[in-house]
């Protein structure tokens, strides 16, 4: 049996839905002022990444496919496009050096996944994943939710779905059954 863990990416708050289905968001303090020196990131990062190695550590079962959320770069430029690469690099690599497939799902077709609605909110992302038994506190850790429930549809260990978008849900999992090698 394939342990799945899902990834929401970001500098500020990154969502972590581990193994076991424990949720976590991991935060960095924000220095004051528009632009952040170099060093400050480079140690938010380094801090990020001592954090997801931990989270996806013990006790918690190993992680054998981390599905990461995709990059949403649409309105995000400049400084805080190139912020957002460094944090889902971060992720990308802690998932690579414990080992695990590396599953990465568009923004829109995980929220279509998750609401019928590819561009449904973080609001309406909690929602559902509370009606569907996930106690997200935040966006980040719903959307983490997410990632990991459809990882687990992926490798065959979901629960069954509610009937509502089913189809959809299916036309979602297959393909990226096809490009995993732990499904």
């Given at each position: 049996?394939?342990?799945v863990?899902?990834?929401?990416?970001?500098?500020?708050?990154?969502?972590?839905?581990?193994?076991?289905?424990?949720?976590?968001?991991?935060?960095?303090?924000?220095?004051?002022?528009?632009?952040?020196?170099?060093n400050?990131?480079?140690?938010?990062?380094?801090?990020?990444?001592?954090?997801?190695?931990?989270?996806?550590?013990?006790?918690?079962?190993?992680?054998?496919?981390?599905?990461?959320?995709?990059?949403?770069?649409?309105?995000?430029?400049?400084?805080?496009?190139?912020?957002?690469?460094?944090?889902?690099?971060?992720?990308?690599?802690?998932?690579?050096?414990?080992?695990?497939?590396?599953?990465?799902?568009?923004?829109?077709?995980?929220?279509?996944?998750?609401?019928?609605?590819?561009?449904?909110?973080?609001?309406?992302?909690?929602?559902?994943?509370?009606?569907?038994?996930?106690?997200?506190?935040?966006?980040?850790?719903?959307?983490?939710?997410?990632?990991?429930?459809?990882?687990?549809?992926?490798?065959?260990?979901a629960?069954?779905?509610?009937?509502?978008?089913?189809?959809?849900?299916?036309?979602?999992?297959?393909?990226?059954?096809?490009?995993?090698?732990?499904?």
């Amino acid at each position: 049996m394939t342990a799945v863990a899902g990834i929401d990416p970001a500098v500020s708050a990154t969502g972590v839905a581990l193994t076991d289905g424990f949720l976590a968001t991991i935060t960095a303090a924000r220095p004051k002022g528009r632009r952040v020196d170099v060093n400050v990131r480079a140690a938010r990062l380094h801090s990020l990444r001592r954090a997801l190695t931990g989270h996806l550590g013990l006790p918690h079962p190993r992680p054998g496919l981390v599905v990461v959320e995709g990059y949403s770069l649409g309105g995000a430029r400049g400084y805080a496009a190139a912020h957002l690469a460094e944090a889902g690099a971060v992720a990308r690599l802690v998932a690579h050096d414990l080992g695990a497939t590396l599953l990465e799902v568009p923004p829109s077709t995980l929220h279509l996944y998750a609401t019928g609605d590819g561009n449904a909110d973080k609001d309406l992302m909690v929602a559902s994943a509370r009606a569907h038994g996930g106690q997200p506190a935040n966006g980040d850790e719903a959307d983490a939710w997410w990632l990991r429930r459809l990882g687990l549809a992926v490798v065959g260990q979901a629960d069954a779905d509610p009937p509502e978008f089913a189809e959809l849900r299916a036309g979602i999992v297959v393909p990226y059954r096809e490009v995993t090698s732990c499904a």
